[in-house]
Nanobody, 124 residues
Framework: QVQLVESGGGLVQAGGSLRLSCAAT????????????MGWFRKAPGKEREFVAS????????NYAESVKGRFTISRDNAKSLMHLQMISLKPEDTAVYYC?????????????WGQGTQVTVNS
């Protein structure tokens, strides 16, 4: 069982920045955090959930949605079981609930574990 808790969401003006964090707790401690590929999705009102970014377990290879490339940076701290999403140059269209997700091994478009989400609101 993997528990994921997001933090760092909030209200920001367009052009501003936010840093989201995802803390992982693994029960029981059968696998280290480092074996999980991690990622972020977001869901805006009236829209489908969309992929934002992912970071692979083995070599920390990253992947981004076209809409956030150059503005968002995903990173992980395996020693602390943390993942982050640094967001700069935020736009109103980035407004959504952001979800942390985890998948053992290679990244999947349908990750096995999900957090509860954190709201990001960008005002124009």
């Amino acid at each position: 069982q993997v528990q994921l808790v997001e933090s760092g969401g909030g209200l920001v003006q367009a052009g501003g920045s936010l840093r989201l964090s995802c803390a992982a707790t693994i029960h029981p401690f059968t696998f280290p955090f480092g074996i999980f590929s991690m990622g972020w999705f977001r869901k805006a009102p009236g829209k489908e959930r969309e992929f934002v970014a992912s970071i692979y377990s083995r070599d920390s290879d990253t992947n981004y949605a076209e809409s956030v490339k150059g503005r968002f940076t995903i990173s992980r701290d395996n020693a602390k079981s943390l993942m982050h999403l640094q967001m700069i140059s935020l736009k109103p269209e980035d407004t959504a609930v952001y979800y942390c997700a985890a998948q053992p091994g290679r990244w999947s478009e349908s990750p096995r574990y999900w957090g509860q989400g954190t709201q990001v609101t960008v005002n124009s």
